[in-house]
């Protein structure tokens, strides 16, 4: 059972564009929510995250957006740029189990 | 602060034969993950230790893959024997927090 799901799959952008990233999750036990970001050859990183108590949180030129309702949850990276070319992960978790759920990956390709 | 220190990076071996898989957490880490990934696909968790117990292992593959974590601190993840279809990428990460998680670069192994 795919308890997250992410998509696109792939999205290439023209530098300067926006990047946008969407997931949905089944399970409203889940309270937390983060993205992570993976360079090739590189172990995830956690780029930014949302508790469901909030609908959006913006950090630099990442946003992410919540939708408690929908279950879904989104990522914005404006004015995207080549050092944002990477595979972006979203995942949840619950609490009282620390674990991450990852969806499955959407790989993002900046061009100049 | 030294991150997440996992060793090998890389290993080749040849199916049915052992391997171990080497990690470091971030000092002062109670909380230690084991993910497996596949390649194109999300983290998905084998096994999290909090201090030395572990206390989420319900997706390691048990008849095969064996894990331990010596005095709360380093740990070990082994599998005997290694079939093909455990060519991944294993992660290992650790927390202090109730959920950021802080990834190593992971091992790449490959059964042939």
């Not at chain 2, 470091?24 to 696909?41: D, F, K």
């Not at chain 2, 060519?87 to 190593?104: K, P, R």
Request: proline content about 6%.
């Amino acid at each position: 059972q795919q308890q997250v799901k992410q998509s696109p799959q792939s999205l290439i952008v023209q530098k300067g564009g926006i990047s946008i990233i969407n997931c949905a999750y089944e399970n409203t036990a889940f309270d937390y929510f983060p993205w992570y970001q993976q360079f090739p050859g590189k172990g995830p990183a956690l780029l930014i995250a949302i508790r469901p108590d909030v609908s959006e949180k913006k950090e630099g030129r990442f946003t992410i957006s919540f939708n408690k309702s929908a279950k879904q949850f989104s990522l914005h990276i404006m004015d995207s740029q080549p050092g944002d070319s990477a595979t972006y992960f979203c995942a949840a978790s619950k609490a009282g189990r620390r674990a991450l759920t990852f969806g499955s990956g959407t790989r993002l390709q900046v061009q100049p | 602060e030294a991150g997440v220190v996992q060793s090998p990076r890389y290993k080749i071996i040849e199916k049915k034969q052992p391997v171990a898989f080497w990690c470091n957490p971030i000092s002062g880490h109670n909380t230690l993950y084991w993910y497996r990934q596949n390649l194109g696909q999300g983290p998905e968790l084998l096994i999290r230790y909090e201090n030395e117990e572990a206390v989420d292992d319900s997706q390691l593959p048990k008849d095969r893959f064996s894990a331990e974590r010596l005095k709360g601190v380093d740990s070990t993840l082994k599998i005997q024997p290694a079939e093909l279809g455990d060519s991944a990428v294993y992660l290992c990460a650790s927390s202090q927090t109730q959920t950021e998680a802080f990834f190593g670069q992971g091992t790449r192994l490959t059964v042939v």
